[in-house]
Nanobody, 123 residues
């Protein structure tokens, strides 16, 4: 059974940090590109960051570049999103997903999703 389970969300003050984790199972994680997305009510799901499995190439949305860092641990089948200098506008439900090697930003190109974890940044 293919599954992604996110954890690590919570409430944090502006300027603070959180690290999200996404545990994968049921597929060959080490050969999979992974992405993080976020969504707020009434808005479309947006790409945040992605990481490939070859050379761990990474890609970031402009809004998080320099503040967020994506990484993976293939031994633990887990992808992480380290979020620093958080802003109130980062408040959203964060999802991890398995996707194509070229890390497209379109959510509909990703085939497996977790249930999401809420991140709330207070001002």
């Amino acid at each position: 059974q293919v599954q992604l389970v996110e954890s690590g969300g919570g409430l944090v003050q502006a300027g603070g940090s959180l690290r999200l984790s996404c545990a994968a199972s049921g597929f060959t994680f080490s050969n999979s590109a992974m992405g993080w997305f976020r969504q707020t009510p009434g808005k479309e799901r947006e790409f945040v960051a992605g990481i490939t499995w070859i050379l761990d190439r990474t890609l970031y949305a402009d809004s998080v570049k320099g503040r967020f860092s994506i990484s993976r641990d293939n031994a633990k089948n887990t992808v992480y999103l380290q979020m620093n200098s958080l802003k109130p506008e980062d408040t959203a439900v964060y999802f991890c997903a398995r996707g194509p090697f070229n890390l497209p930003r379109a959510p509909n190109t990703y085939d497996t999703w977790g249930q999401g974890t809420q991140v709330t940044v207070s001002s």
